[in-house]
């Protein structure tokens, strides 16, 4: 309306400021010209960049909260609440270098290093072994122990091994620098985040947690540079059996780059990020809910003594898939305790409108509220409630044995995402996972403090972080 009524008025008003300034406009043609050029082409812009279609897509809100501030705000504080009430309803990579895998990282992950992980598997769970003691320490009595970064370098171990080789695995240097550019990613992100996004060009510059991303990234280049050196006096061959993911990444149809330091170290540390953040997150939110209903530990701790083992006395893939309650309770913990509470994060490249007439515009992000769907009572029975079994009984129900894993992806199942773009590395994940908590299954007692209830998770952005640390012996 007020746009309107002030074109109306310049309508009506023109012809009389004509007549009385008459002499003015004939002293001035020019100005004039000039003044009127300028407000016509203002307005026509103004027009213009508002007379784009409008997208359907409804905003968590919008009738109760009339301000974007105040939105914003309530999705910081209240994510969960806002993704419930909103059921049907990011990483700056420039700065950060984090982001997702590239499609050929993706391809050599779907293809022959998930199928390598059979012969993996020994060797992570010999790397659990070696370094569970130096790492996460030992016990007389109950101890206040802060597990996340322990936790955090145990997988980056074993990360190291599969992703670069056994050499990284072996080296302090790699495993700090690899996991601390995990660690300063998310600060930088935090710091770029307060600062408006044109400025942030500028102010990353000068930002102490950007400069620890360099940083790291200089750690980790010479380990790089040995590595393709070694490579390439074997003339490409593998530098080891089972092969790394930096051999699948510098051979066959990636045999262009194969010595492209910084595209291998990219590849290297984006593997890093992806894939360590939410392993460790989910295994620190197990080791929570062990603490938190110790009642499943024994039966826990029985299933995986009676795993199967090799002729080394390490624990095969088809042994750590067959650790079916110790499966069913990582997967309830993910459920109600999920590292992100959206999944299937996705742009819209092109304006597209759906079969049933919903408009997407282009450039509209969109997620699924998945922390939502994994509480909903019509899929969940008592869905609040942590049930250790719950998928472990749904799959000893008739032809429901290859269902309910914690690998598994579908419409109830969206925490790795669904369809062709599912999380090809939840594979590997969910054996580092179980070997890992297998091991302080075996080996530890754990606990909360006396008459405290599981910490509340702090929950920013839709992003769940953990709270204070359990208490842990020796068993």
Not at 199 to 226: D, G, K, S, T, Y
Not at 351 to 373: C, Q
Request: positive net charge; glycine residues 6%; contains cysteine.
């Amino acid at each position: 309306m007020a746009r309107a009524s002030l074109r109306h008025e310049t309508v009506l008003i023109g012809p009389s400021i004509r007549l009385s300034k008459l002499a003015t406009f004939d002293a001035a043609p020019k100005i004039v010209t000039v003044i009127v050029a300028i407000f016509g082409i203002s307005v026509l812009a103004f027009t213009l960049l508002h007379s784009r279609p409008k997208p359907k897509v409804p905003i968590l809100l919008q009738d109760e909260v009339r301000s974007s501030r105040g939105r914003r705000q309530a999705y910081c504080y209240k994510s969960r609440e806002l993704m419930g009430k909103g059921y049907e309803l990011d990483m700056q990579k420039d700065y950060t270098y984090f982001g997702g895998a590239p499609d050929n990282v993706v391809n050599a992950i779907k293809g022959k290093f998930n199928a390598s992980l059979g012969s993996l598997t020994p060797i992570m769970h010999e790397i659990v072994i070696r370094n569970r003691a130096r790492i996460m320490g030992e016990y007389k009595d109950w101890t206040p122990v802060k597990v996340h970064d322990r936790i955090l370098k145990l997988t980056g171990h074993t990360n190291a091994r599969v992703f670069h080789g056994t050499a990284a695995s072996l080296s302090e240097e790699w495993v700090d620098a690899s996991t601390g550019y995990v660690l300063s990613t998310f600060d930088c992100i935090r710091a770029l985040k307060a600062w408006p996004p044109y400025l942030r060009p500028l102010v990353h510059r000068f930002l102490p947690e950007r400069a620890a991303i360099n940083n790291q990234w200089r750690r980790a280049r010479p380990f790089i540079v040995e590595s393709l050196a070694h490579k390439k006096a074997l003339k490409g061959a593998f530098l080891e059996e089972p092969g790394s993911m930096l051999d699948y990444m510098s051979s066959g149809k990636n045999g262009s780059i194969a010595y492209d330091v910084e595209k291998q170290l990219l590849y290297q540390m984006t593997l890093v990020a992806v894939g360590t953040v939410t392993t460790y997150s989910s295994i620190v939110q197990v080791l929570y809910d062990l603490a938190d209903h110790p009642e499943y530990t024994p039966m826990l701790r029985e299933e995986v003594d009676a795993a199967d083992r090799d002729q080394n006395g390490y624990f095969t893939k088809d042994a750590v898939f067959e650790m079916k309650k110790l499966d069913s309770f990582i997967k309830e913990s993910q459920r109600l305790r999920a590292p992100d509470m959206s999944t299937f994060q996705r742009a819209a490249t092109a304006d597209i409108t759906l079969s049933d007439g919903f408009f997407i515009p282009k450039g509209t992000k969109l997620e699924i509220p998945t922390a939502a769907i994994q509480v909903d009572e019509h899929i969940y029975p008592d869905a609040q409630t942590f049930d250790g079994l719950r998928f472990y009984h749904e799959r000893q129900k008739p032809g429901e044995d290859n269902k309910h894993l914690y690998v598994s992806v579908g419409h109830n199942d969206l925490s790795f995402g669904f369809g062709r773009h599912a999380c090809p590395g939840r594979y590997l994940g969910h054996i580092n996972i179980k070997l890992i908590v297998a091991e302080v299954l075996l080996n530890y007692n754990i606990k909360l403090g006396e008459g405290q209830g599981r910490p509340v998770d702090r929950e920013f952005e839709a992003i769940v972080s953990f709270p204070l640390s359990p208490f842990i012996a020796q068993r």
